[in-house]
Nanobody
Framework: QVELVESGGGLVQAGGSLRLACAAS????????MGWFRQVPGKQRELVALITTGDIPTYPDSVKGRFTISRDNAKNTLYLQMNTLKPEDTAVYYC????????WGQGTQVTVSS
């Protein structure tokens, strides 16, 4: 069974930082590309960061230089360090396991106040 559980969301002031974590259920974690997405009501879920099995990250321009994705294969855990947060970063953040597992976590709310 593939299970992803996010944690670390919360309320932070603009300019602050948060670190999200995503705990995966098994050793399959190390052989799968993983990523973080976010979604606000009425909009499509958008990619925030992904990391390959070779630890190569990719970011969209909206978060590049502020967010850092990392993984700890020994702990089956994915992280997202978010710095210099902006109100427009407010969203529910989800972690995702790429195919063949193609699984999503339940999401964690991040709210950035101005």
């Amino acid at each position: 069974q593939v299970e992803l559980v996010e944690s670390g969301g919360g309320l932070v002031q603009a300019g602050g930082s948060l670190r999200l974590a995503c705990a995966a259920s098994g050793s399959w974690f190390s052989i799968i590309t993983m990523g973080w997405f976010r979604q606000v009501p009425g909009k499509q879920r958008e990619l925030v960061a992904l990391i390959t099995t070779g630890d190569i990250p990719t970011y969209p321009d909206s978060v590049k230089g502020r967010f850092t994705i990392s993984r700890d294969n020994a702990k089956n855990t994915l992280y997202l360090q978010m710095n210099t947060l902006k109100p427009e970063d407010t969203a529910v953040y989800y972690c995702k396991a790429w195919p063949p597992y193609n699984a999503w976590g339940q999401g964690t709310q991040v709210t950035v106040s101005s």
